[in-house]
């Protein structure tokens, strides 16, 4: 069976363009809105399953841009706006369509959030907190949150199929044990919020960070997402695709950007 995992969003917080912001990376979406980024999210195709990974709050554009029609569950990394804002565009698909709860795997530590933001969703949605270490399966395919290194408790998502990737939407540096599991995975897609400095050394990483752990992991692949752009210097994807052309194996994350595994 082979699994598709396809990248809905590839953006930080504001997303590229911003409305308030008129740099460089913004100018270059609004002139070619193939580099336009919205919020990261992500969506698994495993057999007949549909996993949506994460909620952003771009989530109506882009299921209707990827032409999804139905999700069997959503499993969310952490609580942070950019990841879970969308969960109320998924109500009316739970009433109107599907009739029945959405399993929604989220952090043992976000059930209350999600109970204070969205006390309207508590009988569209099923809590399930995941717990970090364990294997979930879907159709075969083998799903695992593993530790990643954020400000609030966060998951990476390793999965196993025939090849296998690691989903490192949001996180400095990886814990170490994180860093042994996913050794030389077929591919690492990786939070690579800032160009230049990177202001939240604790809960992101730049560009060149991503390169670098990268490497230390051994990935085949090593794609970057989670771009702001404007962070801190405003970069275009036309300098930054040149200035990682010696790197045979980096490439930028684009929304609709799919990695068959
Ligand atoms: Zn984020
Ligand atoms: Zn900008
Ligand atoms: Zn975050």
Redesign the pocket.
């Known amino acids: 069976m082979t699994v598709s995992f396809k990248l809905l969003g590839t953006g930080a917080g504001p997303g590229?363009?911003?409305f308030y912001?008129?740099?460089v990376?913004?100018q270059e979406a609004l002139d070619k809105p193939q580099y336009a980024r919205t919020r990261s999210g992500a969506v698994i195709k495993a057999g007949q399953e549909t996993i949506l990974i994460d909620a952003s709050p771009d989530l109506r554009d882009q299921l209707i841009r990827e032409r999804i029609e139905s999700i069997d569950c959503v499993f969310l990394t952490h609580w942070h706006y950019d990841h879970f804002g969308g969960l109320g565009e998924l109500e009316y698909y739970v009433r109107l369509k599907r009739h029945e709860a959405l399993s929604l795997y989220l952090p043992p530590e976000a059930v209350d959030s999600f109970r204070q933001a969205f006390p309207f969703l508590t009988d569209v949605f099923e809590l399930r907190p995941w717990c970090f270490g364990q294997t979930y399966n879907f159709s075969g395919l083998k799903l695992t949150p593993l530790p990643a290194s954020h400000s609030v408790e966060t998951a990476g998502i390793y999965l196993q199929n025939k090849k296998s990737l690691a989903y490192f939407t949001d996180t400095a540096d990886l814990p170490i044990a994180t860093m042994e599991k996913i050794l030389a995975s077929d591919y690492l897609v990786c939070d690579a919020t800032f160009y230049g400095e990177n202001w939240f050394p604790h809960s992101h990483m730049s560009i060149k960070e991503a390169v670098v752990l990268g490497q230390k992991v051994k990935a085949q692949s090593i794609i970057l997402t989670h771009l702001a752009?404007?962070y801190s210097l405003?970069v275009t994807v036309a300098q930054l695709e040149q200035e990682l052309s010696p790197y045979a194996n980096v490439s930028l994350a684009f929304d609709g950007m799919v990695l068959n595994i």
């Open positions: 590229v363009p911003v912001c008129g740099c990376a913004c752009m404007h405003p």
